[in-house]
């Protein structure tokens, strides 16, 4: 299969491109100018880079020009305090760079050039605050971030290009997810870098935000799986909740790290560290994937904190 991944340089999408590559299709991996294209690793399909600024129509469309079969859109400004810190380019990024995306695809259609499924990569930040029950496809949309925010408009402007010019436009709304080589903006690199740092220097201490929000946590790989999965079995105009369906806090998370890494340290409550506005409570339903798919998540949670924790020690 011929697919453009958009976002490759990223942490999802060196996973995606690695696990594309090996299964034989033909990929081009899209990456900001600038920034280093992901790693064939051990590829049995062809694979080749390009540049891609999702702020720029003429990079756009000649990303899309070659004509894939399948897009997934990972592209974006993916940390929530980046897009806190510029809410602006969150969302000429996300929401107007989808645009930018799904109107070149409208145009490979209208000229009978392609018709690619487009798989965009959204959050299940987008649902906001709620009840502590499993998050379902088909409750509100109540963003309560600038990224969230901005990713509603990126569904918006999928979905527009769905119902107006019949773009086969996935929407995958994956919930919190972790591996290796996930940088310390995301709060479970976080965990292992500060719990190592007090390990090196004795301390009893751990300076974190706020541990009280439960999260429905995920491995990537699982995570890249579920995408594959859209890509062949999604239905245009859908979207799909990727999760796992179990919550755990953050103070529980900390304290499985810190177990595994035989640190004895506590955690601290640091002002600074405390997000604004956080969800209390984010987990997931993923029926609706597992019946159109038969995706489930493979990798256990253990599994996945034992091998995060094993790599950084590297």
Request: glycine content about 10%; charged content about 20%; overall charge neutral.
């Amino acid at each position: 299969m011929k697919l453009l991944v958009t976002g490759a340089d990223g942490f999802v999408g060196r996973h995606l491109v690695h696990r594309l590559s090996q299964g034989g299709h033909q990929v081009v991996a899209a990456c900001q100018r600038g920034h280093p294209a992901p790693p064939p690793g051990e590829a049995g399909g062809a694979l080749r880079t390009i540049p891609l600024e999702v702020t720029d129509d003429a990079s756009v469309r000649a990303a899309v020009e070659w004509g894939p079969e399948g897009i997934v859109h990972l592209a974006a400004v993916a940390s929530g305090r980046e897009a806190r810190n510029d809410p602006g380019r969150a969302w000429s990024v996300n929401a107007a760079g989808t645009a930018r995306i799904a109107a070149a695809v409208a145009s490979l259609r209208e000229r009978g050039r392609a018709d690619p499924v487009l798989l965009l990569v959204s959050t299940a930040e987008v649902y906001g605050a709620g009840s502590p029950v499993p998050r379902l496809e088909t409750d509100p949309l109540r963003p309560q971030s600038p990224y969230a925010a901005s990713k509603v408009g990126a569904e918006v402007a999928a979905l527009e290009a769905w119902r107006r010019a019949g773009v086969r436009a996935v929407i995958a709304r994956p919930f919190p997810h972790t591996g290796p080589g996930q940088t310390t903006q995301y709060v479970v690199p976080a965990f292992v870098a500060r719990l190592r740092a007090a390990k090196e220097s004795g301390a009893d201490q751990v300076p974190t935000g706020n541990l009280e929000p439960v999260r429905d946590l995920l491995d990537v790989r699982d995570v890249v799986g579920a995408y594959l999965a859209l890509l062949a079995h999604g239905v245009p105009g859908e979207a799909y909740n990727i999760a796992r369906g179990e919550g755990w806090s953050l103070g529980d998370l900390f304290r499985r790290l810190a177990e595994l890494m035989a640190v004895p340290a506590v955690a601290v409550p640091d002002p600074s560290l405390v997000r604004s506005a956080d969800i209390a409570h984010l987990v997931g339903d993923a029926t609706k994937i597992r019946r159109a798919t038969g995706w489930a998540p493979a990798i256990t949670l253990e599994q996945t904190l034992r091998e995060l924790v094993d790599a950084e020690a590297d």
